[in-house]
């Protein structure tokens, strides 16, 4: 399967808005999660299934339902059912070859995100799709697999800090969304070190760092595929007209564009470095051919004359003067010494070599 494209046979002839899941089932059952609390309490409690959980929604506080594993569509029914979404909107939580964007439902707001992670082993980046549904003092998360990337905001909630238990549905989306903008600053900050390391393996001449450019050049160009509509999603949600999202909460997400716009930036700067050290290396290699080639000219050059002396008293004519002269082998060695001095005098004035 193509890296950058996921397969959509599953897809193909499928009625617009058909719950059909896109990627790779990556555990066995869901988990399912719901977080509800207000500026006083909090409670938590892990569900075997979407029905009960979505049961024990508390309209009077803020909840946060959260959901690991896409495969089973049957939660994802149940919440067009419940909420009256559309189902042209959840298809796009299900297709985890969706890129970062934002919709606008009459009673909802989904928001489909990228959170990237590096295997320092193989040096390699994979994606994870989270999706949001944000709804009146309600925020449901969707992720492919169990992770830690909002475990902090978890620990906020218990441990009641900062002004997350005070604030409505909505702060809790933007801190959400500015744990999944760290973590892929934090990405770029790892395969931008192994980036910046290449400059002096170019530079020491080693061994298969052409293999390794190649290798950063893909990893690059997958994160910025990655990275890069999040701007576009980021842009929509603050122009976003809902009542969902508060005039007061448009700061910090404003504050999320700017990250995201600074991701961006580096992704980009890394991304030319990786094309500059490809193009220093093959400037490496055609130098170091070249230099090659000199000296073999050099060396040709300059055997020329001296096979061509002795190509003359190598003939096998009777009469050569020189052959009966009492110095001649000595005078032709001084001459072809004489000759090969000169022209590596001449070279080297000339700056040849």
């Not at 992770?147 to 620990?155: H, L, M, P």
């Not at 070249?290 to 050059?301: G, P, W």
Request: net charge positive.
């Amino acid at each position: 399967m193509a890296r950058f494209l996921k397969s959509r046979l599953k897809t193909k002839g499928a009625a617009p808005g058909s719950f059909i899941f896109l990627g790779k089932q990556k555990i066995d059952t869901p988990r399912i999660k719901l977080f509800s609390y207000n500026a006083e309490t909090h409670s938590e409690k892990e569900y075997k299934n979407i029905h009960d959980a979505l049961a024990k929604i508390n309209p009077n506080q803020i909840n946060w339902l959260n959901i690991d594993g896409l495969h089973d569509i049957k939660p994802i029914q149940e919440i067009e059912s419940k909420f009256n979404i559309s189902n042209l909107a959840l298809e796009n939580v299900l297709n985890t070859d969706m890129r970062s964007k934002l919709i606008e439902d009459k009673n909802s707001i989904i928001v489909v995100s990228k959170a990237a992670h590096f295997n320092k082993e193989i040096n390699k980046i994979s994606v994870e799709q989270i999706s949001f549904i944000l709804c009146p003092n309600l925020l449901i998360s969707l992720q492919e697999k169990p992770s830690d990337y909002f475990e902090s905001v978890r620990n906020r909630i218990r441990e009641n800090m900062g002004k997350i238990k005070k604030l409505p549905a909505d702060y809790l989306l933007y801190s959400l969304l500015d744990c999944i903008i760290d973590n892929n600053f934090l990405i770029i900050e790892q395969v931008g070190d192994k980036i910046e390391q290449i400059d002096k393996k170019i530079i020491a001449h080693e061994k298969d760092v052409n293999a390794e450019i190649y290798l950063y050049k893909t990893e690059i160009a997958y994160l910025r595929k990655t990275i890069r509509p999040l701007k576009e999603m980021m842009t929509r949600l603050l122009r976003a007209d809902s009542n969902l999202i508060k005039k007061e909460s448009i700061v910090y997400f404003q504050e999320l564009n700017d990250l995201i716009e600074q991701s961006i930036d580096a992704v980009d700067t890394y991304q030319n470095m990786v094309n500059d050290q490809l193009n220093h290396y093959n400037t490496n290699i055609s130098n170091q051919a070249n230099a090659i080639m000199k000296f073999l000219t050099i060396f040709a050059s300059i055997f020329i004359p001296l096979t061509f002396i002795a190509g003359i008293y190598g003939t096998n004519f009777d009469y050569i003067p020189e052959l009966h002269f009492k110095y001649g082998y000595f005078a032709m060695w001084g001459i072809m010494i004489s000759v090969a001095g000169v022209m590596l005098y001449n070279f080297k004035r000339n700056k040849w070599f």
